[in-house]
C-alpha cells in the first residue's frame, strides 16, 4: 500500500466522500430548479481529480476542469462557494457573474477553467514559465478530457511546455467521451500516453479509479518536473457515470459499459481498501461521513440564505482600475 499516514489516508476519504456528496446535493438543487445553467458531475471518477491534487504541495497551482470538484475541495475551496457559484449568488466566488467551478484563486492555488479547454495547456504553460523566471519552486497542473488532447491549442501549448522545459503536469482524464463522441470515432490510437512521444516528453497510464495509483502517479511526476525534468502526461484511465451534464441522459453509453465501470467505482473502491487493510474503523468511517453531511448541511444553508447579486456590481472586477 502507498506509504501514507492513517490521517492521510482519511483525508483522501474525506475529499472523495465530500465530492460525492455534495454533487448529489447539487443534483437535488438543479432539479429544484436552483442551480443556474447546468449541472455537470465526475461521478465515477473522483478519484482522478482527489488523488492528483493531493499528491501537489500547497504551493503549487493547478487549473481543473468542469469534473474537477474534487482537486478544487484538496486545494481548499469549500462546499459553499461552489453551493453559491451553482445558484449564482451574491456570496459566490465570482458573485454571480459565472457558474460551477468558473473561479480562481491564485492564493489557494487554482485557476478556473475556460470553455475551450484545449487552451487550458497554453494558459498553464504560462504559468509554469512565469514561475520559472521568479525563481519560484512550482509545479503547474493542467487537467483535461481525452477530446482537448484533439485540439490544436493542446498541440500548441505541448510543443511549448517541451521545448521550453517547463515544471508541468498535464493530467488527461481520459473518460472514453468527448460529450457523445466515443474515443474510437476521434483518435486511432488506444492511449492518449502516446501522444507524448511527438513532444519528447515522458507520460505514465494510471487507473484513474484507484485513488493511491493516481497519488502516486502525480507525486512521481511532479518531483520530476520540479527536479527540472520538464513536462510529464499522465493519462487517467476513467469513466464519466452520468451524461455530459445532468440534462444528458447518457443514451449513446451501452448499458453494459456502464455495468462494468460501476464495479469500479472508486469511492466503493477506496473503502474496501481501507476495510481491508485496516487502516481505518468502520467508526472512523462512519465518522468522516459524519463531518462531510454537517460541513455541507451548514454551507447549504448559508448558500440558500444568500442573496441574488445586486445589478450594482455587474462591472465590478471586470475590467482593471
Known amino acids: ?10 483525508d483522501l476519504y474525506y475529499y472523495l466522500k465530500l465530492t460525492r456528496r455534495l454533487e448529489e446535493r447539487l443534483v437535488n438543487l438543479y432539479r429544484q430548479n436552483q442551480v443556474v445553467g447546468g449541472l455537470y458531475r465526475s461521478l465515477g471518477q473522483e478519484a482522478t481529480a482527489v488523488g492528483s491534487a493531493y499528491a501537489l504541495e500547497p504551493h503549487d497551482i493547478i487549473a481543473p476542469i468542469i469534473r474537477d470538484l474534487g482537486a478544487l475541495l484538496v486545494k481548499g475551496a469549500r462546499p459553499r462557494e461552489v453551493l453559491c457559484q451553482y445558484m449564482a449568488k451574491a456570496d459566490g466566488p465570482s458573485k454571480g457573474k459565472d457558474l460551477n467551478i468558473h473561479f480562481s484563486d491564485l492564493k489557494r492555488g ?13 494558459v498553464m504553460a ?4 512565469a514561475a520559472r523566471m521568479q525563481r519560484r519552486d512550482l509545479v503547474a497542473l493542467c487537467y483535461l478530457g481525452d477530446g482537448a488532447t484533439s485540439t490544436g491549442a493542446f498541440h ?9 522545459n517547463l515544471p508541468y503536469v498535464i493530467l488527461v482524464e481520459n473518460n472514453c467521451y468527448a460529450y457523445s463522441t466515443p474515443n474510437a470515432k476521434a ?10 512521444k511527438a513532444y519528447g516528453i515522458p507520460a505514465e497510464i494510471v487507473d484513474g479509479n484507484d485513488v493511491l495509483a493516481v497519488y502516486e502517479t502525480t507525486r512521481r511526476a511532479a518531483a520530476l518536473a520540479r527536479r527540472g525534468g520538464g513536462p510529464v502526461l499522465i493519462e ?4 464519466r457515470m452520468k451524461g455530459h451534464a445532468e440534462h444528458d441522459n447518457q443514451s449513446y453509453v451501452p448499458p453494459e459499459v456502464l455495468e462494468e465501470w460501476r464495479r469500479k467505482d472508486p469511492l466503493d473502491r477506496y473503502e474496501k481498501v481501507l476495510r481491508g487493510e485496516r487502516v481505518a474503523t468502520e467508526a472512523e468511517l462512519e465518522g468522516v461521513a459524519a ?3 454537517a460541513e455541507i448541511e451548514a454551507d447549504l444553508e448559508f448558500a440558500l440564505r444568500s442573496p441574488l447579486p445586486d445589478k450594482g456590481v455587474t462591472y465590478e472586477n471586470v475590467y482593471a482600475t
Open 236 to 239: 487517467a484511465k476513467t469513466f
Open 187 to 196: 483518435m486511432r490510437i488506444k492511449d492518449v500516453a502516446d501522444r507524448a
Open 110 to 122: 487554482f485557476i478556473g477553467p475556460i470553455s475551450p479547454l484545449g487552451d487550458m495547456i497554453c
Open 291 to 293: 463531518r462531510v453531511e
Open 1 to 10: 500500500m502507498t506509504p501514507l499516514t492513517k490521517q492521510q489516508h482519511l
Open 126 to 129: 504560462g504559468v509554469a514559465l
Open 156 to 164: 500548441e501549448g505541448m510543443n511549448f511546455a517541451a521545448a521550453q
